[in-house]
């Protein structure tokens, strides 16, 4: 299968509420163009020097909206809030504190989601229950970034049920947090190839699909 066509069988299974955001770490300049082609506007990137190179290759295409997704390290955050409108990757009390700080100085708002680790994974970065609670007043006055959602990626080797289950606490914690909080947590961005499904049932508003569309990386 092509990728518009694997494109649109995965459309005819989504919500119209969910975005589909297309991976594309790996992910050559032709292909990315040919998903633009076929109605594709949210790409994401994990690695900011990719993603920078293939953002100058495609400038001409100017209704594109970039999403960060890999771990983000302090002396990349400036360049990274230069390059990108989602920052769905915001994984500890620092991090957040230096976006904000840069997106004060730079007069920009990136849109940020709030990474949590729901069950405990040593792959993964991320906010544990409980640091987030800690740390909501201090999210509160970060009046520089639009605090959007919270992401997650979830361990590998977990059953159906298990997927369900996790995605539905990461749901149940957005609630939580609202309720507690002024933050304004709509977006959950959770759900790639191999569990979107899953992740719709549980309440994802964003997906981050990429070997489903591009086939198998690297
Ligand atoms: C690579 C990646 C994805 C896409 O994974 P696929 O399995 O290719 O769909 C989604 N989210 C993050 C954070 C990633 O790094």
Redesign the pocket.
């Known amino acids: 299968m092509t990728i518009s066509q694997r494109l649109h069988q995965i459309r005819q299974q989504l919500p119209s509420h969910v975005r589909l955001i297309a ?1 594309t ?1 790996q992910v050559s300049v032709p292909q990315i163009r040919t998903a633009y082609e076929s109605g594709i506007r949210d790409f ?1 990137e ?1 690695h900011l020097q990719e993603a920078i190179s293939k953002q100058e290759q495609l400038n001409d295409l100017k209704d594109i909206c970039w999403h960060f ?2 771990h983000l390290q302090s002396n990349k955050a400036k360049k990274t809030i230069l390059h990108f409108d989602w920052i ?2 915001a994984d500890s009390i620092k991090i957040v504190r230096r976006l904000n700080q840069l997106a004060a100085e730079s007069f920009l708002s990136p849109k940020v989601c709030l990474q949590v680790k729901i069950l405990s994974d040593p792959n993964k970065y991320g906010w544990k229950e409980e640091e987030l609670f800690a740390g909501l007043s201090e999210l509160e006055n970060c009046k520089s970034l639009k605090i959007k959602g919270l992401m997650t ?1 979830l361990p590998l080797g977990l059953s159906e049920v298990e997927i369900l289950a996790t995605f539905k606490k990461v749901k149940d914690l957005a609630h939580k947090i609202k309720r507690q909080s002024n933050l304004d947590l709509d977006q959950l961005s959770m759900g ?3 569990d979107y499904l899953l992740a719709i049932q549980a309440g994802a508003t964003m997906i ?5 569309i591009f086939g198998k ?1 690297g």
């Open positions: 991976v770490k994401a994990s997704i890999g769905h990757s990626i790639m190839s191999e981050r699909l990429g070997r489903i990386r």
